[in-house]
């Protein structure tokens, strides 16, 4: 990776778009002479997208969006958190103690699991490099499980506080993120998404390809989404965070692949999973 892509860009993924191609073979007509047979096939090309590492600039733009729509919200009159919890705190609170006690067992767990992460690193065991590359492998699948649990837990709590105008706020200025950082290579340069131009002008792109229902812009724009989600809150920042994200991806899709060609007994129903929220259009 050179030194320019680690500067400018926070993570690229690739995600594969079905398109229809001509393509000719050889063939006889009725007479038995020679020929050559056009017909159309679909085949899946890998398109690559890519989050732009933000500048001071964006940052700054960022937080007046957010003060701004945290505004409004209370123009329109959403509570705030700390009104909100005020009242929660009259009732005794938000969280019952076996979720106390589950949170600090996961968060207790996550801080062995990261310091193991270090002492690998910097190889302390002298082990060989294969040993090593496995082992934090391991390790790194481990911590995102159990900041998995984390967020879980907390993202239980804070749907109390989904209504609040901070809430608002941080949806709408996580969608801004997205329209703002999301990239594409096309015709051999890098181009944005969702176009140039102002917010309302990118938020209207946005809107075309959500109404489009296309496969491809919607699983585009999903992870587009979840990557910046992970990364707004701080749970990613590094290339081996993101990669763990990839990895979930990956194993999410096989695993959908698997159940779609083995389903399972519709006798045997199990509630569905609930789906990570990454943006909220209002």
């Not at 892509?5 to 778009?17: I, S």
């Not at 082990?127 to 879980?152: F, G, N, P």
């Not at 989404?225 to 993101?242: K, L, M, R, T």
């Not at 695993?255 to 209002?282: L, Q, W």
Request: aromatic share 10%; charged share 40%; net charge negative.
């Amino acid at each position: 990776m050179s030194e320019e892509k680690k500067v400018k860009w926070l993570h690229e993924f690739e995600v594969n778009k079905t398109v229809k191609k001509e393509v000719s073979e050889d063939g006889k007509d009725e007479s038995g002479e020679p020929i050559k047979i056009t017909k159309q096939i679909e085949e899946k090309v890998p398109v690559k997208f890519c989050l732009k590492r933000p500048n001071r600039r964006l940052y700054e733009d960022a937080d007046l969006f957010y003060g701004v729509r945290l505004s409004e919200g209370i123009k329109e009159g959403l509570l705030t958190k700390t009104l909100l919890a005020k009242r929660f705190s009259n009732d005794g609170g938000t969280m019952s103690e076996s979720e106390k006690d589950n949170y600090a067992t996961a968060y207790e767990k996550l801080a062995a699991v990261e310091n193991k992460i270090q002492r690998a690193q910097i190889n302390l065991e002298k082990i060989s490099e294969k040993e090593k590359t496995e082992k934090i492998r391991e390790l790194m699948k481990e911590a995102i499980e159990l900041r998995y649990d984390l967020q879980s837990i907390e993202n239980e709590q804070s749907s109390l506080f989904d209504q609040t105008a901070e809430s608002r706020a941080k949806n709408k200025t996580i969608l801004w993120w997205v329209l703002f950082l999301s990239f594409m290579d096309e015709e051999g340069e890098r181009v944005p998404v969702f176009g140039d131009g102002i917010y309302e002008e990118k938020l209207a792109k946005y809107d075309e390809y959500e109404e489009d229902d296309n496969l491809f812009w919607n699983e585009a724009i999903r992870k587009l989404a979840y990557y910046v989600s992970f990364w707004e809150s701080g749970q990613v920042e590094s290339p081996e965070d993101f990669q763990g994200i990839d990895n979930i991806f990956a194993e999410a899709e096989k695993t959908e692949t698997e159940e779609g060609e083995n389903p399972k007994p519709k006798a045997k129903k199990r509630a569905p999973k609930k789906k990570a929220k990454a943006v909220a259009g209002n």
